[in-house]
């Protein structure tokens, strides 16, 4: 079974007096990558967030947030007011006006817009409380991710075996004509010799040698069985449950280099073009392999 590393999942919990709300984001990426971005009063949370990610989700990038909210019908966070602060600005705006001849109407909401006049003052939080919440609230959001990157991955192994099914039909058509065009190639390499030494006696022992030697050299039987093998070995990895991404790109590496051989040791134009068929369905596995965890 195949995931996608592209997901989405939420996940809320209730601890105490307030809703704790988790999300996870995640996308493709070579290896695992978690970043995780929570309020400054849980930063001691982080290594055992992280880690609750990692024992789920094996390759990918996660970003990881979480917030902290109070139950409707609570009372609203504390703000406080910095009042030497705020008298200092009046102050001043007071001596500007006075300087410049201007109406005094200053508003309090305008002093309120200066920086640091109003403060939050952060609530404090039971922490072990909080704890066993946000636990609770990020498993449900790895749930609801990993259900999304397996339905997507059923997409993708659908798509992929359908790929491999067509480069197997090319490998079928090549191998039928391969042992035809051996054979009508000795025979235009024999007419050919022939041709060039018409009126000179020949062994035919030492030629009959030669041309299969040549034979052998542009024979394509290997590349064919090791292709058929590469094609066992990735339908066997998406039948798997452990992450197969790098597996496949592997595998897709290694039947470019044979369809790659075929193409250069054929001499046949049908060949040659199921070879060039091969590698356009090489590159779209490619491409759909990238986001495979």
Known sequence: MLRSMTGYGQGESVAGEHTVVAEVKSVNNRYRDIVVRIPRSLQSLEDELRAQVALKMKRGRFDVTAQVVRKEGQDEAALDINMPLARS???????????????????????CQMKDVISYKPEELNLEEIREGLKSALDKALENCDAMRIKEGYALEEDLRSRVNHIEKCLDEIQGKASLVTEEWRKKMREKIRQIVEDVQIDEA????????????????????RSRSHLVQFRNAMSGDEPVGRKLEFLIQELHRETNTIGSKASDTAISAAAVEIKVELEKLREQVQNVE
């Open 89 to 111: 600005y009046f102050r001043i705006l007071s001596t500007l006006c006075d300087e410049f001849g201007l109406e005094k109407a200053i508003r309090p909401e305008e002093i």
């Open 206 to 225: 030492r030629l009959a040698q030669e041309i299969v030697y040549s034979a052998e050299r542009s024979d394509i039987t290997e590349e064919i069985v």
